[in-house]
């Protein structure tokens, strides 16, 4: 599955992310991170990156597609991956496009969560981090007993600078005019789907997945191979379970077949008596009211005991 992840600051599409990595065994590139392990590397490319920031510029697309290309080559990626933070206007996911295509790899989803904007304001402004245990505190949606203690360690709890509200309301607005195109724009292929970022994590998880699994339908084929092993096997119980029903269908069958038999036998003990008038009375009255019902449930009885004997 190849999903592009779109989501406010706040949204909490990371967590997200993180989560359908370890559901579906795919792996997440994030921009940020391929840039950090191609440096590393001392790749060309991450030798490319390392010059663009060194000298106080933004690495271009070209390189950011580049580092893309390069890990979905990787073996982990053969099924797909999650795009976190890239792309992030209508070039980019042109370009992104342009590429996937080229690798006959395009795009499949693209999964907005959702969260209005009071609330990520909340979320990210409330903020408070104990600064002896690390533990983090949202005095909108999960304060510390104490105003400004920390519940674990009594440590005192900070409020980072940029968590103010007009640094996270700057965010927020620009990550609005970035998105909002950009929803569009998977909108218009038909790719664009929303999850509504707010409840439980597990909640939203839930909804992803299901959205997931219901867009994209190529996906059995991972989830046939990564999770239905199971689904497979309980089809395998169940079509043995019909194969067995249908055994003891066909045994009852042939027992009521063989039961069915004395019936026609009764014939030829009518035949030699009557000549003429019998026989059609013989045959309307035998096969219509007596053979069908009431008699290879009694024959059924007598009939198998009667060969036995015969056959000793
Ligand atoms: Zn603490």
Known sequence: MRIVLLGAPGSGKGTQAKLLVEKYKIPQ????DLLRA??????????????AMDSGQLVTDDIVLGMIQARLAKPDAKNGFILDGFPRNIPQAQALDAMLARLGQPLQLALLVDVD?????????????CGSCGAIYNIHFSAPKTSNKCDKCGGSLTHRSDDNEQ?????????????????NYYKAQGKLRTVRGVGTV????????????????????????????AARQAAKAKAE???????????????????????????????????????PAAKKAAPKKAAPKAKPKKAAKAAPKAKAKKVK
Do not use: H, W
Request: charged residues 30%.
């Open 117 to 129: 904007t009071d609330v990520l304001m909340k979320r990210l402004t409330g903020r408070r981090t």
């Open 241 to 279: 379970e019909a194969r067995v029903k249908a055994a003891a269908k066909a045994a009852k069958a042939a027992k009521a077949a063989k039961a069915a038999k004395p019936a026609p036998a009764a014939k030829p003990k009518a035949k030699p008596v009557p000549v003429a008038k019998a026989k």
């Open 29 to 32: 590139m994030s921009t940020g």
């Open 167 to 183: 640094t996270v309301g700057k965010r927020l607005a620009v990550y609005q005019q970035q998105t909002a195109p950009l929803a």
């Open 202 to 229: 597990s909640a939203i998880f839930k909804n992803a997945t299901d959205i997931i699994e219901s867009q994209i339908r190529p996906l059995a084929d991972v989830m046939s191979k990564i999770e239905s092993a």
């Open 38 to 51: 191609e440096v590393a590397a001392g790749t060309d490319l991450g030798k490319k990156a390392k010059a």
